[in-house]
C-alpha cells in the first residue's frame, strides 16, 4: 500500500477508519450495505492489503517509540517529519521522547557515559508503554553501540551506526566526491577543503569523496590545500583566511557544514576577495540560514526526511518477521546550487 493508505479509503466510502479495519481484517461485524461500500472502494483504489501492516495489528499497541538525541539540532526534526509521513500514512502511534543531550552534554557525543542514563530510562519509558518497535535518532553520525537495551523490542538507528543493529544512513562520501566533481566541471582544479573534527565519521567519509574525485580528476593534492576545522563559525573564517594568504590560493573550497562556510563567506569578505567570481563556494547540510546569506551558498542537500520515512519502513519489516529486506538505500544528497559558485575564467 505505498500509494492509498486505510484513511483514503474511509473518507472516499465516507466510514470511520476503524470501520474499514474491521472489514479488512474480519474482527466485527459490519452492516452488509457498509461492507459493500468498502470493498467497492477497495477496489476501485486498486487497495492491495500491506503484509507489514497487517502484521502491525496483531501487535498490542500498534505503536512507535521514537528516541532522539536532541530536537532541537538541525537534522532531527526532518528526519522525525519522514516517520511521522509513514506513521500516518499506516496509521501508526508515534511517542516521541527527547533526550536534549545538546544541552546537557554539549559537543561530548562520544562520551556515552555522560548520558547513557538519559537513553536508559527513555528506553525503559517506551518499553513501559508496549511499543512494538523502536528507532534512535541521532545528532551527530557516530558509534553508540552499547548504549542501550532495547531487549526483544526491534529498534533501528538512523543518523548514528552500531555494529549489532540495523542503521539507515546516507552516503557523505559520495556526496563530497559529487561536490568536487561540480566544481571541477565548472573549470576549477585548485580546490582546498576545510573538514570537521576528524575524530567525526562523516568528516573521515567526506575528506574520503574528497580524495578520490582529486585522485579521479586528477587535481592538485596539496597538504597546504587541506585545513581541519571543528564545525564551528569561527574555525571556517580562521582557516579560509590562511588558505587566501597563501601565495598560489585556491580558486574554489569545499566545506564540510554551512556553518563554517557561512564563516569562510566572512573571511573571504574581510579580506576584499569576491565570492563568486574570486572563490567558489560550496557548504554542506542545507541549513535553512544558507539561503539567506549574501551570496546564497551552494550546498549538499542531506536526505534527512527519506532517513526517517526509510527508518520506519525498515522497523516495520523486522516487526513483520521479514529482516532479510530490512536494509534500506536511501537517496543520496543532493546539490542544491544557488550563488556561490562560478565558472573560473581563466
Known sequence: MDKVGI???AAKANVSIATVSYVLNGTRNVRPQTKERVLKV????KYKPNNIAKSLKSKKTNTIGVIAEDITVFNV??????INEYADRYDLHIVLTNLRLHKRVGHNYSNIGAF?????NAVSDLLAKQVDGIIYIGIHPRDVTGLIDPGDTPIVYTYCYTKNELSIQYNDEQASYDAIEYLYKKGHHRIAVITGLMDSIPSRLRFNGYFKA??????????QLIKVGNWGLESGLKLTKELLELADPPTA?????????AGSLRAARSMGVRVPEDLSLVGFDNREFSDYLNPRITTMNLPLHEMG?????SLLRIIGG???HAAEQVPLCVLIERESVAPLVD
Not at 477497495?42 to 483504489?45: A, K, Q, T
Open 7 to 9: 484513511k483514503e479509503i
Open 42 to 45: 477497495i477496489e476501485e483504489l
Open 77 to 82: 526534526p526532518e528526519i522525525i517529519d519522514g
Open 116 to 120: 547513557r542514563k538519559y537513553a536508559e
Open 214 to 223: 582529486v585522485t579521479d580528476f586528477e587535481l592538485p593534492f596539496e597538504p
Open 253 to 261: 573550497l569545499l566545506v564540510m557544514n554551512d556553518v563554517m562556510a
Open 309 to 313: 520515512y526509510s527508518s520506519m519502513r
Open 322 to 324: 521479514d529482516e532479510e
